[in-house]
């Protein structure tokens, strides 16, 4: 098994089992032919190729991934399914009033798919829909819930959210740092290595052919002026297609096509040992998610096992936009997560951490994902979740495969389809950049939390984002 695999308290837990481990899907050796390849093994690529034959059956559609399929962050990640509820002000600037409600309405429709697929194929991802809770875990923060629900009522959508002073937060969760929040009934969470893997088994099942350890070198539009097929070449052999799927996400980041629309930054997770106990001692029984109201992301949940799985966003990048080894691990990043678990829950402090891991995030300008389409009407892609593509992908997924097949629905139509987010800087400023902003945002939340104060240098430098008019940072 790869390191990874190993590593990811999810992966090892998912891939015990055999139907989650699932039948071999050896590397492609040979040429072949396909009606659709999907490059990248993940859920987009996974959801895009299903999709793609619920709406042909008959279509030929081949999957190519460098490693194995959810081994990425799709098997990694912190398992949160929330929509696009928090995203609502992003959505309202970008796309106006109605383009943001439709979104918000296609990433909850999203949610219900989701639970219904799992239980039609029997795939058991510990899926619990007892919403989230943002919150302030420290009195800097507090407040933090005003906007959300100024947006929810400019929208109409203020239903969905119920705001909790100290005492109702105590209903769902205690901590001594805790200051009060806001709970969204509409969310959920997942194993993701579960949701992944089962997906794979799925695909597999249903015809889809998938290579694993096969790595696209090379994608080539088609040759004689775009009407050729497309090539997707790989080290053994090539996939000749009508169509392509790119679904690479954070590994675009270092493609010439979108590496100044995305930046690869890492998040890391930590998780306990069972401790089903101590849970109930700061009374978080139910299946309710967290997260907190620093700029930097930090999201907690629990395992139906008893366990604390905490992660931090923001963390370290490279130079040159290139995933690497070190998205995989970091001891400095995974410490900050048990610091924050530490932090929030002193009687866990002699609780073991069982695991520790991380992964890239396709970080864009606009916090949001994109999808579109180039070389004609050939090559596919869908990308720039920014950390939040649990449910996202599926959307995503099914944008792909009505384009691919010529058709148009409600989903096309979105304002996220054919919709570019704004540049980042080119090299080398954009990871320089990154890595100042970074240091400074994370400087910023740690001062404040600590002190209530920050200095104006790290305050003017985590802010520069904003006053250059991309949707990150304070
Ligand atoms: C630590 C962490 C926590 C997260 N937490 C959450 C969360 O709680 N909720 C949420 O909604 N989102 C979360 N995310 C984000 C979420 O995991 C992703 O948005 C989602 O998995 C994206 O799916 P994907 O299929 O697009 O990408 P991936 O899962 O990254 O799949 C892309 C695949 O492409 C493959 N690939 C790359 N290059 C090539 C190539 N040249 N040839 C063939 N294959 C290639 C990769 O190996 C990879 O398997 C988190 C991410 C991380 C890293």
Known sequence: MSDIATRCWWLSEALAHPEFRGEPAPPLLGDTAADVVVVGGGYTGLWAAWQLRQLEPGIDVVVLERDECGFGPSGRNGGFINGFYDHAAT????????????????????????EAWMTVHGVDAWFRREGYIGLASSPAQAGGWVEPLEVARELGIEDRYRVLDREALGAFVRSPVFEGGHHVDDGGTVQPARLARGLRRVAMEHGIRVH???????LEPGRHGGMGPVEAVTPRGTVRAKHAVLAINAWAG??????????PRASYIAI???VPDRLADIGWTSGVSIYDYRSALRYLRTTPDGRIAMGVGGERGTWNGKVDDRFDFDERGTQHAVDAIHRFFPGFRD?????RWGGP???TSSHQPFTGTFAGDRIHYALGYTGNGVGPSHLMGKILAARILGRETDDTRLPLVDYEPRRFPPQPFRSLGAAIVNAATVRRDDALDATGRV???????ARMPRRMGYHLGP
């Open 91 to 114: 959505l309202v600037d970008l796309f106006g009033r109605d383009g943001a409600v439709k979104v918000i309405e296609a990433g909850a429709r999203t949610i219900d798919e989701l």
């Open 272 to 274: 306990t040992a069972p």
């Open 254 to 263: 270092g493609t010439k096509r979108f590496g100044s629309r995305i930046v």
């Open 455 to 461: 200095d104006p240098v790290t305050d003017q430098l």
């Open 361 to 363: 995030i396709d970080v």
């Open 212 to 218: 694993e350890h096969t790595p696209v070198t090379r």
């Open 351 to 355: 609780v073991p951490i069982e695991a």
